[in-house]
């Protein structure tokens, strides 16, 4: 069982250790989880997020990837690594790579390396009484801790995306019981939600 974790930075996964998945799988991380959990692979699409990476050196322990436009800047610096660029690209807006935010395409570039079995944690996509509920808000290079909760739409489009970009590779979605699925979700056959209760007995019952 080749499992692949994608850590997404909403607050559903402040409980759950990354050190523990580790264990299991490379774990590809987002723009500032670096600061608390080590990743083997952390994507920042955002060039204020790369030069802060870059500042605390720590491309030298983990691969980088961000957007191909910033090659200029680093070209040359070990560990910093580049998005492969979509084979297509549709007409929505959504569907356009610049659209695509880190986690969506840490997703990406792991399909694209071959990841089989796709687990998601903190991929919350909804806000909370209206507010951003993303772990670093407030923090240097995110917006405002009292900023406007950001409409999920091109999120659930995208997930579905790679769904049907790779349709050989399981995707599980993991969020707390009670979590509304899109219901552009729904009939997606290789794109499922699990709780982490239950996907952490399953994986260690594997384990055993």
Known sequence: M???FIIGNGQS???ISIDRL???GPVWGCNRIYKDWHVDNLVAIDQAQVELILRDEYHTK???YTRKRWSPLYNGVPGVNYI???KEEGTNKWQKQWHWNS???AMFVACEQGAEILCMFGFDFYGVAGKSNNIY???PGYDKADHRAVDPGFWIQQFVQLAQWYP???FVQVQPAGWQVPAAWHGVSNLSIDTPETFFDTLLATDA
Do not use: Y
């Open 168 to 170: 050989d590779t399981q």
């Open 103 to 105: 986690g969506p395409l």
């Open 84 to 86: 492969p660029e979509f």
């Open 62 to 64: 983990a691969n980088v």
């Open 137 to 139: 808000k407030g923090s």
């Open 13 to 15: 996964r402040s409980n």
């Open 2 to 4: 080749n499992l692949t």
């Open 22 to 24: 580790r264990d299991f």
